[in-house]
């Protein structure tokens, strides 16, 4: 069935405490979709962050970041006073993200709510928490070793408790049972909060999809609970990190950094961890995109300590082997492959058996040299469309940076004047995506909003000025809302 949906991460909302959360603006972007004729609301990776700000380096892939929990519900449930929030919002910046600011008062905020919430006596919490055995004490406990380390990565703490020796655990759960059900009352807010919104927007006819990564950060809760899962040696330290090698847009390649999955472990387990992960996808979003999809049949292993991306090898993933495994458990899924970049013939065979879609992006389609895949006319059904992804530049800005024969391309393609501008640019390659035959079509908002790279949510291998964009009050205004569903309704996509 036909349809479509705005990509839009829940940091970059509008609210009056600094960075996007689960408050009264996030219920008004779901009436705004409504309005708009979409039913899909894409964001970005929800676990909490750390160094860079990333959503795809969190400290677990299966908590929530600590930073979308509304204050406001926080003051409804008793938990804080008005002026407590007005006083956290002070230096917020209603356009850009200042996580330095944020991580300073939105902590010292929580930590008044939870001193303030009694939270141990509420039933709720305590079954919360039973629920949740499974990865939530890992991760309060690592969250509260680590503040009292001074956030020091887990690989360099003392190695009794770095390696999870019995007596170390039982110590640092006793000396730090505050902190630990402080990270705990947290991950209750989060869910509590987050599975109201979801509700709201499924009651609305609009569904979430989410972002899951391939990996996980090396200093993670996962990686610390779980070694075994990971290629480590036996004094606890990585063998291998992740990353791509080098090409024609970087000389040296990309160094993630990430730890590598130890597969013949999980297969020997029958993929339980990834099978808990995703049935946890599912419980937080209606669709999910899983990233980096070719490295299920093939990753890049670089060595651990290695400066660069040079010296790294392809190495076998585990392939359909896995799929098949959360298949038999959990049945047919609405997943996105991310399928973008260079792909091998087994790993379009991988994706053709998975019968997951992939990605098309307009942004890649015009190339003067050869015929793209990326043309719409290549596309089949069963595929999801965007002019761009959070990676991409905004088309507003895209279009000015292509080189001339490029955009000859586009507008002989498009049968397009000359002297087009790039907002009419935006709009044009809007349009073409929705015209497309592609079963859904994801915008991102900035381009429905016709933003320049001051909107930008990230430019890949980079650190200092990503995730930070966020949309100003009203701007998803009624009559933009008007234009994007009559072109809904023009393409047959309500």
Sequence with gaps: M?????????TSLPSQYGIGCFDRSAYEFVDQLVKAGQHYWQILPMGPTGYGDSPYQSFSTFAGNPYF???????????????????????????????????????????????????????GFNNFVQENQDWLPDYALFM????????????????????????????????????????????????????????????????????????VAMDSADAWAHPELFQFNEDGRPIGVSGCPPDAFSETGQLWGNPLYNWDVHREQGYAWWIARIRACFNWYDMVRIDHFRGFDEYYAIPYGSKTAKHGKWEPGPGMDLFRAIRRE???????????????????????????????????????????????????????????????????????????????VALRYMNSGRFSTARKLTWQL?????????????????????????????????????????????????????KIYRMTKLYGRL
């Design 2 to 10: 036909r349809s479509s949906g705005i990509l839009l991460p829940v």
């Design 69 to 123: 929990i509304s204050p406001d519900e926080l003051v409804k449930k008793g938990f804080l006073s008005r002026e407590d929030c007005e006083q956290s919002a002070e230096g917020t910046s209603e356009s850009c993200v200042r996580y330095g600011l944020i991580y300073e008062k939105r902590f010292a905020l929580l930590r008044k709510a939870f001193v303030g919430s009694s939270i141990e006596t509420d039933p």
């Design 144 to 215: 509260a070793i680590k503040d009292s380390k001074g956030g020091k990565s887990f690989l360099e703490w003392e190695e009794d408790i770095r390696m999870r020796q019995a007596e170390a655990m039982v110590s640092y759960k006793n000396k730090l049972m505050d902190d630990v059900n402080f990270y705990q009352f947290l991950q209750y807010e989060f869910y509590s909060q987050w599975k109201a919104l979801r509700e709201y927007a499924n009651e609305q006819g609009v569904k979430i999809i989410g972002d899951i990564p391939i990996y």
């Design 330 to 408: 959990l049945g047919e899924l609405p997943i996105i492959a991310e399928d973008l970049g260079y792909l091998t013939d087994s790993v379009r065979q991988m994706q053709a058996e998975s019968g997951f879609p992939g990605m098309k992006v307009l942004q890649f389609a015009f190339d003067s040299r050869e015929d793209s895949d990326y043309l719409p006319y290549r596309y089949d059904r069963n595929s999801v469309v965007y002019t761009g992804t959070h990676d991409n530049n905004t088309t507003y800005s895209w279009w000015g940076e292509i080189a001339k024969e490029d955009k000859a």
């Design 430 to 482: 809007i349009c073409l995506a929705m015209s497309s035959v592609s079963d859904l079509c994801v915008i991102p908002m900035q381009d429905y909003l016709a933003l320049p790279d001051t909107a930008r949510t990230n430019t890949p291998s980079t650190l200092g000025s990503n995730w930070v964009w966020r949309m100003k009050k009203g701007a998803f205004s009624d009559k933009l809302c008007d």
